[in-house]
């Protein structure tokens, strides 16, 4: 097992080199299916107008307010889903946004957003409980709630973020994904990361990085 998992950190070390390599000449790419193939697509081209975007959503927040796609209207924004009493893997990705939260806290620029999974149980209350035990910042960061269809169709067709679906197609599946999501101020993917890894994260600080330079030319 030790051996398993130091090939794992192996892979995705000498991924993330290799990416880096071609971001530093081209830029970010874009995510325009679940394939989750990365395209560099430049401006000009007619490919460019066709780049897939987060359609518009409508959820409700841990204060209860509406939250849509105006609410990130000019602003890069990391997006995610969970749930409140998930013992696995959400923890972990609740952390590691907690550490986006910190290190880009006084960035208007930089937002985050996510999604639970259980909307029936995460009600708006259970939500402000949850903020409040993670020193959630609710103008930083929305934890939201809605319609189940809502969320899950733009899980699986706005973010590409259910990898199961990719395979199963089964819709009324339950969607538990590690994945972070990268989008632009255009609400078009720039990236997808393993919230759980912490070389992940320094990664996906890294694009956002570059994401805001890109935003200045």
Sequence with gaps: MRVFNRLIIVIVVLTSCKTTTH???????????AELTPEWISRGVPEYNNIHKIPNFEFINQEGD???QESYDNKIYVADFFFTT???????LERNMSKLQDIFGNDDEVLLLSHSVTPLKDSVSVLKE??????IISSKWNV???NKDHIYDIARNGYFADEDFVKTKDASAFIHTENFVLV???KRIRGVYNGTLAIEIERLVKHIKMLK???NF
């Design 86 to 92: 998930c013992p696995g893997i959400c923890p972990m």
């Design 23 to 33: 971001e530093k000449n081209e830029g970010l790419p874009y995510f325009n299916s």
């Design 184 to 186: 632009d101020k255009e």
């Design 66 to 68: 509406k939250i849509t």
């Design 144 to 146: 939201v709630t809605g």
């Design 213 to 215: 330079r890109e935003n």
């Design 130 to 135: 949850y903020a409040k035990e993670n020193g």
